[in-house]
């Protein structure tokens, strides 16, 4: 049943997608300050209480509603599965940020690109030359494909085969979105009273997106050019600050034979992105020390990497089916 709930969420996703604007988002992003403010005093055991209620109470409760629906019918589990997987898992939630960059690119409107990059990721673009906007979408892209699909179907599938079912899909998405949320908040407040939960968010969501990581890395290989990939895997991985991201981005730079990494694009408020990294502030920029070996970053690589996203989609899904044929069987 898990297939048919990522394939027919794919497909609803697809044909009516989610708005950035839409009433859920911004319902999160209500639940996480309310409990922010009603439950952290700063101390550390007060960040683990917020944690615990912001990200693991929803899961708790998603995956008892499937226990108890499942008891009663099949098909309305399995609709339910579809339902909080069509508001946790797709691309489309970020796709038109890549789409709207890669239109300007092709329009030669460069400054309009830039724009649209400082838009999605709260950056200072302005003074980025053409092969640097395009690296940074290059890598955004592969990372937010990772959160918003990979990452989610890992936990989902992990968990639904212990008959949770899309418990995990809302305890990864749940995790990724708050430990953005922390570190946006702190970065726009600099509240320092909020370092000890951003600082646990970020460490507990690096732990939960550890293995999903390495899978999606796996899945680039096995799509893209196999050895390149392992091969930078294996030697460039560490350039990144971040060890998740940097198995991700070293894997997708190998199987597409292009260039990635490199120093981060100044955030936008002006602050000292690499010092910040170091110190766990967990900005959304990707710092890297270093570059990969391969091509520089041209336009056609943004078509070359939305090849290699969907061929991993059909890899994980066929693997999905034969697991669940394989269930069905035995």
């Known amino acids: 049943m898990s297939f048919f709930a990522v394939l027919f969420a794919l497909l609803a996703e697809q044909l009516k997608p989610l708005s950035s604007l839409n009433p859920i988002h911004q319902a999160l992003t209500s639940w996480v300050r309310w409990v922010g403010r009603n439950f952290d005093a700063g101390a550390d055991v007060h960040a683990r209480v917020v944690w615990a209620v912001t990200v693991l109470a929803p899961a708790v409760l998603v995956?008892?509603?499937?226990?108890?629906?499942?008891?009663y019918s099949t098909i309305l589990a399995l609709l339910w599965d579809v339902a909080v997987l069509y508001l946790t898992l797709g691309f489309r939630q970020f796709s038109h940020n890549f789409t709207a960059i890669r239109d300007a690119l092709e329009q030669g409107r460069e400054d309009r690109a830039r724009e649209q990059l400082a838009h999605w990721q709260h950056l200072d673009a302005s003074d980025l030359p053409r092969t640097e906007v395009l690296r940074h979408v290059l890598e955004y892209s592969l990372l937010a494909a990772h959160r918003h699909v990979f990452g989610v179907f890992f936990w989902f599938v992990a968990l639904s085969t212990v008959g949770l079912g899309p418990a995990g899909a809302v305890l990864y998405r749940m995790a990724e979105f708050a430990s953005r949320y922390w570190s946006y908040k702190s970065q726009v407040t600099g509240a320092a009273t909020h370092d000890r939960l951003m600082n646990l968010s970020l460490k507990l969501f690096s732990l939960l997106d550890h293995v999903p990581s390495r899978m999606t890395a796996f899945g680039f290989a096995v799509v893209g050019n196999f050895e390149d990939a392992v091969d930078a895997w294996r030697r460039h991985a560490v350039l990144w600050v971040r060890p998740n991201e940097g198995t991700i981005l070293s894997a997708a730079s190998g199987a597409l034979g292009v260039r990635l990494g490199g120093q981060a694009a100044p955030s936008a408020d002006g602050r000292d992105v690499s010092r910040t990294l170091s110190q766990g502030d967990g900005s959304d920029v990707i710092d890297a020390e270093g570059s990969?070996?391969?091509?520089?970053?041209?336009?056609?690589?943004?078509?070359?990497?939305?090849?290699?996203i969907w061929r991993s989609v059909v890899l994980w899904m066929l693997l999905l089916a034969l697991l669940s044929l394989a269930n069905l069987i035995g």
């Open 63 to 71: 995956g008892l509603l499937y226990v108890v629906i499942d008891r």
């Open 292 to 308: 990969t070996t391969g091509a520089p970053p041209e336009l056609a690589h943004l078509r070359s990497v939305v090849g290699l």
